[in-house]
């Protein structure tokens, strides 16, 4: 039986106090090259950038299934065939996670969002999820390593 989908705190200030932080500098660095090139990169700047947004989802990824949700943050098909395999497979068993759900609302809004903001002000386009990755991990209360050793010599 596995246990009901709700994301806490706890879960993530366990599981990713090292690799969120981590994920906020490298979109932060993306958000700068974004922003340096007035959302307009060259060849070069645009490989650089999309390959540091793609770490960047990696971690969010990898931090999501380390706390142990069954969504996927990077991708929409993976979710709603994890959503739908849960509906098939239900026989009685608890409703698919409500983070599925949320995320097949969610995912196309911020689509829309992004579209808008890259036809009206492409120049802060990646500003919006730095600030949505700075809050979280404020809200995490990030504190360092975990496992019992301060950090530094």
Same mark, same amino acid.
Request: include cysteine; charge should be positive.
């Given at each position: 039986?596995?246990?009901?989908? &709700? $994301?806490?705190?706890? +879960?993530?200030?366990? +599981?990713?106090? /090292?690799?969120?932080?981590?994920? #906020?500098? *490298?979109?932060? !660095?993306?958000?700068?090259?974004?922003?340096?090139?007035? /959302? +307009?990169? /060259?060849?070069? !700047?645009?490989?650089? =950038?999309?390959?540091?947004?793609? *770490?960047?989802?990696?971690?969010?990824?990898?931090?999501?299934?380390?706390?142990?949700?069954?969504?996927?943050?990077?991708? $929409?098909?993976?979710? #709603?065939?994890? #959503?739908?395999?849960?509906?098939?497979? &239900?026989?009685?068993?608890?409703?698919?996670?409500?983070?599925? $759900?949320?995320?097949?609302?969610?995912?196309?809004?911020?689509?829309? =969002?992004?579209?808008?903001?890259?036809?009206?002000?492409?120049?802060?386009?990646? *500003? =919006?999820? #730095?600030? $949505?990755? /700075?809050?979280?991990? !404020?809200?995490?209360?990030?504190?360092?390593?975990? +496992?019992?050793?301060?950090?530094?010599?």
């Amino acid at each position: 039986m596995s246990r009901p989908c &709700r $994301l806490r705190r706890r +879960d993530l200030a366990r +599981d990713d106090r /090292g690799s969120a932080p981590v994920e #906020l500098a *490298v979109l932060a !660095a993306a958000t700068a090259g974004w922003v340096a090139t007035s /959302g +307009d990169p /060259g060849n070069t !700047a645009q490989l650089l =950038i999309v390959s540091a947004t793609a *770490v960047a989802m990696g971690m969010q990824s990898a931090a999501v299934q380390a706390a142990g949700i069954p969504v996927s943050t990077t991708y $929409l098909t993976g979710t #709603l065939t994890g #959503l739908v395999t849960g509906l098939v497979r &239900r026989n009685g068993r608890p409703a698919p996670p409500r983070a599925a $759900l949320a995320a097949l609302i969610a995912m196309p809004c911020g689509a829309a =969002i992004g579209g808008v903001m890259l036809r009206f002000e492409p120049r802060i386009v990646l *500003v =919006i999820p #730095l600030v $949505l990755l /700075g809050i979280v991990v !404020a809200l995490m209360g990030w504190k360092g390593p975990t +496992d019992g050793h301060e950090a530094g010599p």
